[in-house]
């Protein structure tokens, strides 16, 4: 992004996702272990929808923030900078 215009150039656009999701998702065990680890802990979500941030490679932040009191509910620490892909040159 272009900070003094605003706008997003072609470089910025064509970048992989910050959070590598696939590795969020399976740090939870797969897509159905972790859907299955917050319908138990009461957060109400499809599957569809985990399978909706695989595919775009995205996590809306209220949901990563779900899944890191989700971690914490299993003894463990969900650490956002353990995820982050390599920025691209």
């Known amino acids: 992004m272009d900070f003094v215009s605003g706008r997003v150039n072609a470089d910025c656009a064509m970048k992989q996702p910050l959070v590598d999701v696939k590795a969020v998702v399976g740090r939870f065990g ?14 109400e979500i499809s599957p569809r929808t985990i399978d909706n941030w695989v595919d775009r ?11 890191v009191l989700l971690a914490r509910l299993q003894g463990w620490k969900l650490i956002i900078n353990d995820h982050l892909n390599p920025l691209n040159k």
């Open 30 to 43: 797969g897509r159905a272990q972790l859907w299955r680890s917050l319908t138990a802990a009461g957060i």
């Open 57 to 67: 490679g995205q996590i809306p932040i209220d949901r990563f923030t779900e899944l």
